[in-house]
């Protein structure tokens, strides 16, 4: 019990740092939705590329809550993790290095001055997303293996009680068949010495006849 309640409380705080990250996470994947949308709509090929990569993200997060609260969805919630890792980071690089090119392929109808700030600021919310993710990454492996030490310390808790609870119950079987064993011996010795006394009275009344 103590090493399981000493992984308890460090896995407490990780789950608390982790939901924290996934609400943040959650809300900068709602907010990257917005300059893709205001850039042009219906957007291109390109905008349509970006507003992917947003709602995997928040596909993620709503995962992750799913995957703290019934520890299921492990590989799911981690496959969805690093798709969506890989597609922020393709898109950090498009924006960051080809911003003119990006610019052309999005094709909005607003002013240069207006589209570059859009387009800088999803930027800024991929890269921001892009940390959140890693730092959601790490956690959720990390408190993964927490749950597989607590089950398994937990097992091996149910283990051992199981080993002293039969070896108990062996000990009170080994000493009910000796108590058994002596009483059948008392009783084998009672009847002896009834028969004994009983034809010894007969030997001894045909002698004295």
Known sequence: MGSSSKLRTPCSFLNLLLSCLNFILFILSSASLAPTILLRMPPTSLGWAFLMVSCISLFSSFISFYSQLTHFCFITHVSLLLSSSIAQ????????????????????????????????????????????????????????????????????????????????IARIQEESMENAAKVAEMKAKEFDEKMKNKYGQWVKTDFEG
């Open 89 to 168: 980071l393709l898109g950090i690089l498009a924006l960051f290095t080809r911003e003119n090119s990006s610019l052309s392929l999005l094709k909005s109808p607003r002013g240069i001055k207006e589209a570059k700030l859009l387009v800088r600021l999803e930027c800024g919310v991929l890269m921001a997303m892009f940390v959140m993710q890693v730092g959601v990454l790490i956690l959720t492996c990390t408190i993964h293996s927490c749950w597989v030490r607590e089950y398994e310390g937990l097992e091996a808790e149910r283990e051992a009680a199981a080993r002293k609870r039969s070896r108990r």
